[in-house]
């Protein structure tokens, strides 16, 4: 079965760094690939997503994401993050023969010092 | 609001009794989806719907849990003899699906939460 696997739980970090969070995923085929963002208090959000073509990609808010197919990887990367990043990110593939299920990791809680 | 819409938004019960809720997808978005999230976790796949029909459903949607759209456009998510397990914020999506893509963008809805005594 295809998983997803976020391997950081929580992360703080002070105004101005830079933030790396990893995901991995587990399936052979092609996927579509996607990062989601939940603020305190509000729906979630689609921050970026990777279909086909070029595997950095960017997204609101200045994130981007690069998809490394060879270590089955879509790592989110901000080079300075603000105390409004505060959120929980998902990391989620959906499954390219299967164009409904989106398959979403157990998310990491991103906390900015001001 | 022109978003998915969830009713209600919070909904605490009693272990055995049964609740139903509601979400209204974006106006004309042809696919609706529900996921369940626990704390800690992030949201799972319960099942989805094109138009009116069911087309695919989890293995963690038991024979308790039965979702409906009878007309394709707001879907109900009914659990019956509710257990504490049952406890999670149901989320509803919604979708635009046109036929010549192999994804489209799921929009998600703030989530009822569900809290059985």
């Known amino acids: 079965a295809q998983s997803v696997s976020q391997h950081n739980h929580h992360v703080i970090l002070s105004e101005a760094a830079s933030l790396e969070l990893g995901c991995n995923y587990s399936?052979?085929?092609?996927?579509?690939l996607f990062w989601y963002v939940q603020y305190p208090g509000q729906h979630l959000q689609l921050l970026l997503k990777?279909?086909?073509?070029?595997?950095l990609v960017k997204g609101i808010k200045g994130f981007e994401a690069e998809f490394i197919k060879s270590k089955f990887s879509f790592n989110l990367r901000k080079p300075s993050v603000q105390w409004s990043d505060t959120a929980e990110y998902f990391c989620?593939?959906?499954?390219?023969?299967?164009?409904?299920?989106?398959?979403f990791g157990s998310g990491t809680r991103l906390s900015i010092r001001p | 609001d022109t978003g998915v819409s969830q009713n209600p938004r919070h909904k605490i019960t009693k272990r055995g009794q049964n609740v139903t809720f509601r979400c209204d997808p974006i106006s004309e978005h042809n696919r609706l989806y529900w996921y369940r999230q626990t704390l800690g976790q992030g949201p799972e796949f319960l099942t989805y719907f094109q138009n009116e029909a069911q087309l695919e459903k989890s293995r963690l949607l038991s024979d308790r849990f039965s979702a409906e759209r009878p007309k394709g456009s707001f879907s109900t998510l009914e659990i019956q003899r509710t257990e504490q397990g049952d406890s999670a914020m149901y989320l509803c999506?919604?979708?635009?699906?046109?036929?010549?893509?192999?994804?489209?963008?799921?929009?998600f809805g703030p989530g009822t939460r569900l809290t059985v005594l």
């Open positions: 989620a593939v959906n499954v390219y023969s299967s164009a409904s299920k989106i398959i």
């Open positions: 399936y052979g085929g092609t996927v579509n």
């Open positions: 990777y279909f086909s073509g070029d595997p």
């Open positions: 999506a919604s979708s635009l699906d046109v036929g010549n893509s192999l994804y489209n963008e799921q929009f």
